[in-house]
């Protein structure tokens, strides 16, 4: 679970505008 946390914070970080390629990359 400490990978999905990892993820969900970079990805509410770049203020959810990240692309969903790099989102599913991890």
């Known amino acids: ?3 999905y ?3 969900l914070k ?7 505008r ?3 390629k790099e989102y599913w990359m991890f």
């Not at 970079?10 to 959810?16: A, E, I, P, T």
Request: charged letters at 25%; hydrophobic letters at 45%; aromatic letters at 18%.
């Open 1 to 3: 679970m400490d990978w």
């Open 5 to 7: 946390l990892k993820v």
């Open 10 to 16: 970079n990805y509410l970080g770049f203020g959810g």
């Open 18 to 20: 990240a692309r969903r």
